[in-house]
């Protein structure tokens, strides 16, 4: 199960990309916290459904919830990046998530977001098996 959730993840990061290299592109405003929100509210239901209907069990349904959403960035930023023509690890100071990792990481702050997205997206898998 988390596999699958896992790849639908990627599919809608990719088409969130999409949606917002085009909003980037003529200067609209992104309402960075609001789309979060409509995101953790969707991902809280469905997996509320699945332990509802057995499919998972509530930690399963916790790892899974926790790595989509590290992997969901990941590939989000990934394909935004690439839309845009910028490279892979680039971050901006546009959102309050990015502005952590810069002010921490500095010139690193993009590929030690990916790094730390990567480690909790792999553990947890690990945790869910």
């Known amino acids: 199960m988390i596999l699958f959730i896992y790849s639908l993840?990627?599919?809608?990061?990719?088409?969130?990309?999409?949606?917002d290299a085009d909003a980037i592109a003529v200067n609209a405003p992104i309402d960075h916290a609001a789309r979060w929100m409509d995101r953790a509210v969707i991902t809280a239901v469905l997996m509320?459904?699945?332990?509802?209907?057995?499919?998972?069990?509530?930690?399963?349904?916790?790892?899974?919830?926790i790595g989509s959403a590290f992997l969901?960035?990941?590939?989000?930023?990934y394909r935004l990046n690439t839309l845009?023509?910028?490279?892979?690890?680039?971050?901006?100071?546009?959102?309050v998530y990015d502005?952590?990792?810069?002010?921490?990481?500095?010139?690193?702050?993009?590929?030690?977001a990916y790094l730390t997205k990567a480690i909790i997206t792999v553990t947890a898998?690990?945790?869910?098996y």
């Open 9 to 19: 993840a990627v599919c809608i990061a990719f088409a969130e990309a999409w949606r």
């Open 99 to 112: 502005s952590v990792f810069i002010g921490l990481f500095g010139f690193n702050a993009g590929r030690t």
């Open 48 to 65: 509320l459904v699945l332990v509802g209907l057995g499919a998972l069990s509530f930690w399963n349904s916790v790892y899974t919830a």
């Open 72 to 77: 969901f960035s990941a590939a989000f930023r």
């Open 125 to 128: 898998l690990v945790a869910y």
């Open 84 to 95: 845009r023509d910028l490279p892979f690890d680039y971050v901006s100071t546009s959102n």
